[in-house]
């Protein structure tokens, strides 16, 4: 099975509050994690990315965070605007030149 | 703009017409990929490439061939395609990492939709 997973297939977020998107992973020597956004008909793009010696990174509007404890990654994104909505996958290289993606949420964001 | 570009962007045909789905990267990347995305399935590696003249299967390469003769392009070959293989199709590229395990995201194309009839 996957060793990336996602909890919601879908959340619903209204303008302006925070959303935050979690993941799971199943491999305890995991040691790097990406989160890609994806808009309809367009490419995965790259978000953010986190390495295990790290528990949080920021970038703009977005924080990962990193519990090695649990196994659990999440992307926060500040003050959710319209442009925000999209899938979010959160991913693990897992041997040389794969990508392991988890299945996805959907973000959408209300007025 | 550094970017990874696809061609054709959506193409309609038939089974067992030969296509080819060319991919282009201008950042001089090392690293070359082919994911297949389904519904329910999300995004699964078809092929990758870690260098010129060098390719390996990922997870469903079953029905694909790809090529990596030049370090900027990696096109990928449907010999004989079903219906099976109708789905949405993505190219990646990424620098070259230094461990078994990468530390560089992958940069991906806007995709190509494929519908074999």
């Known amino acids: 099975g996957e060793s990336v997973g996602l909890h919601l297939p879908t959340l619903s977020v209204q303008e302006g509050d925070n959303s935050i998107i979690n993941c799971a992973y199943s491999?305890?020597?995991?040691?790097?994690f990406i989160w890609y956004k994806q808009e309809s008909g367009k490419g995965p793009q790259f978000i953010i990315d986190?390495?295990?010696?790290?528990d949080k990174r920021q970038g703009q509007r977005v924080t990962v965070l990193l519990n090695k404890t649990v196994k659990h990654l999440s992307l926060q994104i500040a003050a959710t605007q319209p442009g925000d909505s999209a899938v979010y996958f959160c991913?693990?290289?897992?041997?040389?030149?794969?990508?392991?993606f988890g299945a996805g949420t959907q973000v959408v964001v209300t007025p | 703009e550094a970017q990874v570009t696809q061609n054709p962007r959506y193409l309609i045909t038939v089974t067992g017409k030969k296509l080819t789905v060319t991919c282009s990267q201008n950042?001089?990347?090392?690293?070359m990929s082919w994911y297949r995305q389904d519904p329910g399935l999300g995004l699964r590696q078809i092929y990758y490439?870690?260098?010129?003249?060098?390719?390996d299967k990922g997870d469903v390469p079953e029905g694909y061939k790809v090529s990596r003769k030049e370090k900027r392009n990696f096109p990928l070959i449907l010999e004989s395609p079903s219906p099976n293989q109708t789905s949405l199709y993505f190219c990646?590229?990424?620098?070259?990492?230094?461990?078994?395990?990468?530390?560089?995201?992958?940069?991906f194309g806007d995709g190509t939709r494929l519908s074999i009839l």
């Open positions: 986190i390495r295990s010696n790290m």
């Open positions: 950042m001089n990347h090392e690293y």
């Open positions: 991913a693990e290289p897992i041997s040389w030149g794969k990508l392991q």
């Open positions: 490439s870690m260098n010129v003249e060098v390719t």
């Open positions: 491999n305890s020597a995991s040691d790097y």
């Open positions: 990646a590229s990424r620098a070259k990492e230094t461990g078994v395990r990468s530390n560089q995201p992958q940069h």
